[in-house]
C-alpha cells in the first residue's frame, strides 16, 4: 500500500479513537446536566448547581474534546483528499464524494499538498 493510503488508514484510526473519547465525554457531560437538572427540580439555586458540578471544568473539558475530534476530523479529510487526488480524482470529484462545493474541494487539496 502507498504512503497517501497508509496516511489514510492511520488518520482514521486516530479519528476513530477520538470520536470514541468524544462518546465517553458526552456520555459524562450528560449524567452531569441529569444530575444538575435533579439539583434544579429539588429546588436548589442554579448558582449553587453549577458550582457543585463543577459546570466551568465541564464546560471546558467537552470543548477541548470537540475541538480535538474536529482537528482529528479536518487531518482525516486532508488524507483522504491528498490520497484521492494520488488516484486520479478531480477536485469536482472530490467535493461531490463529499457532498461540498468544488470549492472548499479545493481549498482541501490546497492544504492536503502544503501539508505534505
Known amino acids: ?4 493510503r497508509d496516511a489514510v488508514l492511520r488518520e482514521i484510526e486516530v479519528l476513530l479513537e477520538s470520536a470514541k473519547a468524544l462518546r465517553a465525554d458526552l456520555r459524562a457531560k ?17 448558582q449553587t ?6 459546570a466551568h471544568v465541564q464546560r471546558q473539558e467537552l470543548t477541548d474534546t470537540l475541538d480535538e475530534f474536529e482537528h482529528r476530523r479536518h487531518r482525516t479529510r486532508l488524507a483522504i483528499t491528498a490520497a ?5 480524482m478531480t477536485i469536482g470529484d472530490i467535493g461531490r464524494a463529499w457532498g461540498f462545493s468544488r470549492q472548499l474541494a479545493a481549498r482541501y487539496a490546497k492544504e492536503a499538498r502544503e501539508s505534505r
Open 49 to 54: 448547581a453549577m458550582r457543585s458540578l463543577g
Open 1 to 4: 500500500m502507498d504512503d497517501a
Open 84 to 88: 484521492a487526488l494520488e488516484e486520479g
Open 30 to 46: 450528560e449524567a452531569s446536566y441529569r444530575r444538575m437538572a435533579k439539583r434544579v427540580e429539588q429546588g436548589l439555586d442554579i
